[in-house]
């Protein structure tokens, strides 16, 4: 099979719902600042009634991620499920838009694509509520084997793990990438997403994984240890690559045989932390899928990230590529 | 009947979807810059094929006047006309979350909600391509007259001069005004409404309107005149008062008895024109209604729009309020 994209990415096709928050917004509806929380269409319902007047974009975690890997001039195919409604064709309308590859079945007389309500509060963090709708109907049915063997890495978002035919679906695609030679890329998403499925996410990662994608809380829950250096240590040989984020302390890159802190891109004024790991993931699986440096790697994924946090939204607003040519990394 | 607002709009309810765009876009798709343009739903769904990735916000002209309203402080009620589909609801959520009253029959079976495809060339300007949906199903059914009669003033969009059933709308909302000693005003919205209702819009401001709102090409239009100075004259004492905008210029505000020019105010980097007009238009009613100077109205709305050009999208996006306070406005 030859190298139709340097990405491609199986995830929840969700559209966000962005609006400014206090803390005693979050305090009043009992919502963990920083977390994302899965809430049925009734609460869903009433949590944005109390919300403030917000901006819809498309998001969710992978979509970003396929959304910056285009930014920055690579290939890019998505996989996700959204209803035959009007969010449904904003989330495809952007994800071609972008130029990615994007021939969704979407899904009829069902639930409506899903929504994340993201409050961000004025230090930036962002705290979300995700009706899943649409997005969990994703099923084994929808990985199209010519996606996952055409490309060079194909990424997988750990929020999927929350739903059982979800689960199955991976299984398809990591079979068809192992069968194929092609990498699997996995990112833990979500500190209660590991929490929820600790067992099941170490077993995929040992048994599938090459490349793992995490933040410190993240890769800390997954081994049930409070030293970031052990949880490190543990997460190779399980996988032969990880990437950890740590917010403005840069992240670190793991190998058997090296170990490389990259810092942070210095931002001027952080706005909205949403789409930070999944820019960060884009700008690393780009440079990767390049032949680039595992430095050089995380470079990129620093700088995708330092872009996004800068404005409201989960995406890119200018050309990574343009930025990243800038910056001599490109 | 008690002063329960301070505007009451009606408008075409629209939720917009902004995208970045080059000169080039506009030529290729023949777009009139700068202009709004009817589309159907056919030339709809193609122009958003092209378009690039978008955000989506609830916007139309009278609804953004009335967000900026509030977001001075101001007591404000909108009528308009959404579908009963998920951009309808975002619609309603945006305009009851700053504090307008909203409380809209939604349409069902007919047309889908009304969106605008605005792309915002590098120099700012917004070119809109608008799909009415349902929003021209509104009728003078959808005048609720404790809503008009309790308006300090009451805010027509001309944008609706478009349809024949809203037409009648403003008829009825007129009579009512003027039944209960309410102050009408109304936006000539757009250089095209006015070639396409010449006639109708000067019979309506002779025998209605109390203020208008223009921008320059629009008065000349309405005038058939090259001369600003003209068409200033003409629209006195056709109406009791006007306000003309002129972009970067400042506006004019003119009655029987004097013309005021006061200047814009300075804008760091103008991102987006998108709701300049709007915005102008809710700070000069809400120092109207406040009782406040003509100077002054004008001030508040220069203020009013300074920020929105500052941004994307087409409603405020800080208090107003806060502003204003902070110029010693309010």
Redesign the interface.
């Known amino acids: 099979m030859p190298d139709l994209y340097d990405v491609a990415a199986i995830g929840n096709a969700i559209v966000d719902v962005i609006?400014p928050a206090d803390d005693a917004f979050l305090v009043d509806n009992k919502l963990d600042k920083g977390a994302m929380m899965l809430v049925d269409e009734a609460r869903s319902t009433e949590l944005?009634?109390k919300?403030?007047?917000?901006?819809?974009?498309?998001g969710g975690s992978a979509g970003n991620t396929i959304?910056g890997v285009a930014s920055l001039g690579g290939k890019a195919a998505y996989l996700g499920k959204v209803a035959d409604?009007?969010?449904g064709r904003?989330f495809t309308?952007?994800m071609?838009?972008?130029g990615a590859h994007f021939e969704p079945t979407p899904l009829k007389g069902g639930p409506?694509?899903a929504v994340s309500m993201i409050n961000v509060t004025p230090d930036a963090q962002r705290t979300m509520c995700t009706f899943l709708g649409a997005s969990v109907e994703f099923t084994d049915a929808d990985v199209t084997p010519a996606i996952i063997e055409g490309a060079k890495i194909v990424y997988l978002e750990g929020y999927l793990f929350d739903a059982e035919p979800a689960r199955k679906a991976f299984a398809k695609a990591a079979a068809l990438a192992r069968g194929s030679g092609r990498m699997l890329a996995l990112t833990l998403s979500d500190g209660f997403v590991v929490d929820r499925h600790r067992a099941g996410l170490l077993a995929f990662i040992e048994s599938q994984v090459d490349l793992v994608f995490a933040n410190e809380v993240e890769i800390k829950s997954l081994f049930q240890t409070d030293s970031f250096d052990d949880a490190v240590r543990e997460i190779i040989p399980r996988a032969r690559l990880a990437a950890v984020t740590r917010s403005e302390h840069g992240s670190v890159v793991v190998t058997n045989a090296e170990t490389a802190h990259v810092p942070a891109y210095p931002v001027e004024k952080v706005v909205d932390t949403t789409g930070a790991g999944d820019q960060y993931a884009a700008g690393f699986m780009f440079g990767l899928a390049r032949g680039r440096s595992l430095t050089d790697c995380a470079k990129l994924g620093a700088l995708a990230a330092a872009e996004v946090i800068s404005h409201y939204?989960p995406?890119p607003q200018v050309s990574l590529q343009t930025l990243a040519k800038e910056k001599g990394l490109i």
């Open positions: 609006a944005y009634g919300m403030q007047a917000a901006v819809e974009t498309s959304a409604d009007q969010l904003v309308h952007d071609r838009a972008i409506a694509t939204g995406r």
